[in-house]
């Protein structure tokens, strides 16, 4: 049976990241190329691939919010995770296109 992946919008992920939480976790699925040319302040680079890696390691926070660019990748990510057990992921809807459409912050490295 087909479950739709569980989203949050670009607002609501940026306002519950930036508060500090040490549960709360922003990941970036996209290539290394990518992420160093721009993210949202506080985001974690894990690359597509990578996600079954760390696994373990995200279950124990308590909300996981996963993007890319527009969207797609970071929900296969979020459909990864919830097929082993970590349920609480979700899927940041529009990825960093909507990220800056709203005039959210992303930083360079």
């Avoid at 709360?24 to 699925?29: K, Q």
């Amino acid at each position: 049976m087909f479950h739709s992946t569980p989203t949050i919008s670009v607002e609501e992920a940026y306002a519950r990241t930036q508060a500090g939480e040490q549960d709360t976790i922003l990941v970036d699925v996209r290539t290394k190329e990518e992420f160093v040319a721009g993210h949202p302040p506080r985001a974690e680079h894990i690359p597509l691939e990578e996600i079954p890696l760390y696994q373990s390691r995200l279950k124990a926070y308590r909300e996981i919010f996963l993007f890319c660019r527009s969207g797609s990748r970071s929900s296969l990510a979020t459909q990864m995770l919830h097929a082993q057990g970590v349920t609480h992921a979700k899927n940041v809807e529009g990825g960093l296109l909507a990220w800056q459409a709203q005039g959210l912050p992303t930083e360079e490295i």
